[in-house]
């Protein structure tokens, strides 16, 4: 069965850090771009960052440059995203997704963990 499994969320204090994992079960992440997103309540899903797994290039959004940094762990197909100097404004679900280059048709997400900044 093919998964995307998010772990790593919680209560943290503002200034404070989380490190996500996700997780691949039934696929490689060979070939994909593994991205972070999140979604906070009544507002829309955004990107975070993301990073094609081939070759290590990766994006962040404006929001979180600087603090955030996504890293990859080729041996347990994994993908972490480590959040520094969290805000209260990253309260979130945080969302994993995994997309094939070479269709861009082919698309996993996970289920999400939420993360909540205090203030």
């Known amino acids: 069965e093919v998964q995307l499994v998010e772990s790593g969320g919680g209560l943290v204090q503002a200034g404070g850090s989380l490190r996500l994992s996700c997780t691949a079960s039934?696929?490689?992440?060979?070939?994909?771009?593994i991205g972070w997103f999140r979604q906070a309540p009544g507002k829309e899903r955004e990107g975070v960052s993301c990073?094609?797994?081939?070759?290590?290039?990766?994006w962040y959004a404006d929001s979180v440059k600087g603090r955030f940094t996504i890293s990859r762990d080729h041996a347990n197909n994994r993908v972490y995203l480590q959040m520094n100097s969290l805000k209260p404004e990253d309260t979130a679900r945080y969302y994993c997704?995994?997309?094939?280059?070479?269709?861009?048709?082919?698309?996993?997400w996970g289920q999400g963990t939420q993360v909540t900044v205090s203030s």
């Open positions: 990073m094609v797994h081939d070759d290590g290039s990766t």
């Open positions: 997704n995994a997309k094939d280059v070479r269709d861009y048709a082919t698309d996993y």
């Open positions: 039934g696929f490689g992440f060979d070939n994909y771009v």
